[in-house]
C-alpha cells in the first residue's frame, strides 16, 4: 500500500492540510480573507531555495529564514488593511499581492531563473538522505502536525478568543481595551509564516522550484478547501483538503481526461464546488464547533449542535473583584477623574456636539440627559477616543487623553458599554466577559509560545475572575450559553459584567436600562448602583427620568449639543423649561 | 538622460493603455457600485466574449463584423445568466458578499478551466483586422491604437449619458446609492441588478474585443485586466463612474511611463505600488469623499 506513488500523493495531501489549517486561522477563527495563500507558499519555497542554494545555508536555518521573509511580508502588506475593518480591501490588497508576485517570480530571471525556476538539493539530515516520496512523508507528516498544532493551540487560546471577538465585532474589542490591529496583523504574519514553512519543506521534497506552482489558481484551491470543510473547523479542513486533493490522481487514472487535462477538470470541480457550496450550503461540509461524527448522525441538528467547553474551575483565592484596582480605598484622589474641557465635534458643517465641558467626579454616578439628537451618545464616542474631536482637550486623572484610541483609553481606565450590548453574539457569556479581562498573557503569542504553561494557568485565573464578575451581576448559571441564546435583558446584563471586566475605574454606560423588561428594571439600577459601592466613577446615557432619579448623584442636561444646565435632578427637573424640551410640548 | 522621443512613445501607448483600462474599470465599477458584489467572474466574461468572435470569425470563417457581434451578445448574456443563475437566488437567500464573492471565484476558475480544455492552452488570435500604422515623426500609433481610444471613451460617455439622462439610469442611480429607499419607492431592485450586470459585462465585452483586435486571447487572459479594473475602482472611489475611469486612464499612464525607468515586466508592480500607497495614505479612493 505504502509505495511511492501514495506517498507522494499523502505529501500532496499533507501540504494542502497545513496550506487549508494556517489559512483557516486567518479567515475562521480571525474573519479575515487572504486570496494570497498561494504565494505565502511561494515565497516559503523561493527564500529556502535561494538561502540554501546561493547562500549554503543549511536546511533548518534556510527554512527559519523563509518563515521569517513570509511572516514580515505578510505583515507588511496587512499594514494598509489591519487599519480599517471592510474585508473587500484585504480581497483586493490580498489577490493584487499573488497576481504581482506570482508575475515577478516570472520576471526576476536573474534571482528566481525565471518560468523554468531553479533545482534545489535534496535533504540530508545527519548524512542520511531524504529523496523518495516514502523516505520524505514522515518529515511532511511532522510538518503538518506542527501547523496543525499552531493552528490549533493558538485557536483555542486567549490570543484566538480575541480572534474570534474581531470576527464577530471589532470595535468591541477595541473598547474592551485590546489592540486589534497587532492582533490582525499578526495572525496574517503567522498564517503567511506557516503557509512559508510548508513551502520551505515542499522546496526540498520537490527539488524544483518554478512560478507555476504558486499561482493564483492554488490559492483558489485553498480556499475551496476550507470552505468545502467548512470554515472555522479544521477536522473539516482536512477532510476538504482530503477530498479536492484526491481528485487529480484520481482523474489523471480516468481515459478521457488522461494526465494533461486533469488539472483543468481539477479546477472544474472544486469551482463548481465552490459555487454549488455558497449557493446551497455556506457552512460547509462541517459547520464551527461541530466533530466529524456529525457527518454519519442523522439529522443530528447538524447546524445547531455545538461543543461547550466544561465550566471554568472555582475563582482561587476569593473574589477577583478584591484586586481589581479601582476596589482600593477611595482617599488621597484628587476628586475630578475625567475632566472634558470645550469638546466639539461636526459633521458635514453641523455640530453634534460643540463647546461641551464636563466632569465626572470620583465614585459618583453622573446623568447625561436631553432629547433626542442632542449629542450625548457623540460625547461618549469623543472621550473614549471612538472620534476624534475638532477641538477641546479630555483628561483622565489629569492626564491628557484627546485623540487616543478607545483600546488605549480603555486600558488607561475607562471604558464603555454600548446602547445595543455589541456583545459577541457566537461566543459564550463566559468567553464575552473573559476578553474583557486585562493583562492576559495568553492574549500574546510569544508568551503563549514561550511560557506555555504559565499562560494555560493565567487563563484558568483569567477564567476565574470572568467567572466572578458573572456571579457579582448574578448570570453565573448561563455562563456557557452562547450570547445569542439569551434574552435581551439579559444580555444587557452580561455586557455589565463584561465592562466590569475591563477593571476601569470609569465606567460609562450607554443606556443601560433601554429596551429591558420593566419587571428587571429594578434589578438593573440595583447593579449600577453596585457599581458606584465597588468605588467605580460612573457616567450614563439615559432617558428615563425615573432611573436617572434613583441612580445619578449629578445631573447634565443636553441641547443641540450643549450643556444647558446642571445639577440634582430635583434641580432640573424644577426648571420648566427644561421640562417642556424634554418631553415636548 | 530620459529620451523625450522615448517618453513621448510610451505617452501614446500609455493613453491606448489607460484608455482600455478605464473601460474596463468603468465595466466593472458600475456593476460593483451598485450590487457590491465583488464580481471577479467578469474576468470569465471577458475571456468568453474574445473566444466567442474568434470561434465566429476565425474558425466559422464569417466576417469580423459577425465575430464582433457575437462577442458582444455572448458577455451580455453571460453577465446575465450569472445575475440570473448564481446572484439572484443568492441574494433571496440572503448570502453574506464573502459568499457571493466566493460564488464569483469559482466561477471565474470554472470557465477559465474550461476554455483550455475546450480551446486548448495555446494563444488563439482574430484574423484579418484591418490596420494601419502612422507616424508622427517618429513616434507610432495604429488605427487599432486610436479606435481602442474612441471606443472605449465613447462607451464611457455614452454610459454616463444614459445614466444621467434616462430613467432607468436614474434608477440605477437611486439603486446604487440606497436600494432599501429605491425599493420603498417601487423600483425593481432585482430587474436593475440584472440590467446593471447586463451593461457592464458589454462594456467588458466591448473592452476584450478591443484588444482582442491587436492580441491574442488565451484562457487566464481575463484576470490581469480585470484585476486592474478592481485596483482602478477601488483608487476612484468606489460609488462614481468617473472616477473609476480616471482611476483606470491613470493607471495605464502609469504602468506605461515606469518603462522609462524599469522594464516591461514590472508594470504590474507599480500598479500594486499605487494601491498599497493609496490605501494608506487616501482609503477613500483618490476622488471619493472622506468617511466619517
Known sequence: MLNDYTADIAILILIYIALGASLNLLMGYAGQFSMAQAVFYGIGAYATGLLAVNLGWSPAFAIIGAVVVSFVSAGILALPAAKRVSGEYLILLTLAFQVVVNQLMNSMRGLTGGPYGFTVPWLTIGGKDFISPVDYLPIMVGGCLLVLLITWGLGESPFGRVLKGIREDERAVGSLGKNTTVAKLLVFGIASGMAGFIGGLAAYYYQFIAPGTYSLDLSIFVVSIIVLGGIGNLTGTIIGAIILGGLRPFLQNVDFIGDENSYPWQAIIYGLALILLMMFRPEGLLPEGVGISSLWKRRGGAGSARVIPPPAAAAPGGSPLATAPAATPVAARPDEIVRVEDIAKSFGGIY????????????QITAL????????????NLITGTLTPDRGHVYLRGKEITGKPPDEVARMGMARSFQDTRLFRRLTVLQNVAMAVPHQPGENVVSLAVRPIYSRKMEEETRARAMGYLELVGMQDKANEPVANLGYGEQKVVAIARLLATESEVLLLDEPTSGIDPAVLDDMITLVLRLKALGRTICVVEHSLHVVERLADHVVFMEEGTVTAEGTIAELTGQQRLVEVYFGT | MVDAQLVLQLLVSGIVIGSRYA???VSFGIIYSTTRIFHLAHAGTYTMAAYAA?????MWGAPLWLGVIAGLVVATLVGALIEIGIYQPMRARSATKLAMFLASLGLSIVISSAMQIIFGPQN????????????LGNITITSLNIAEIVVGWLAIGLLLLFLRRTQYGRAINAVRTNPEVAMAVGVSVNRIYLLVMMIGSFLVG????????????????GLTPILIGFIAVFLGGTDNVPGAALGGFVLGLATSLSGIWLPGDFASVVVFGI???VLIFRPQGLLGRAAV
Open chain 1, 352 to 363: 453634534a456636539v460643540n463647546g461641551v465641558n464636563l466632569a465626572l467626579r470620583e465614585n
Open chain 1, 369 to 380: 440627559i436631553g432629547p433626542n439628537g442632542a449629542g450625548k451618545t457623540t460625547i461618549f
Open chain 2, 23 to 25: 473601460l474596463v474599470a
Open chain 2, 54 to 58: 474568434i470561434v465566429v470569425a476565425t
Open chain 2, 124 to 135: 488563439l488570435s482574430l484574423q484579418r483586422v484591418p490596420n494601419n500604422t502612422y507616424f
Open chain 2, 206 to 221: 466591448i473592452a476584450s474585443l478591443l484588444f482582442l483586435m491587436g492580441n491574442v486571447a488565451y484562457p487566464t487572459m
Open chain 2, 275 to 277: 494601491l498599497f500607497i
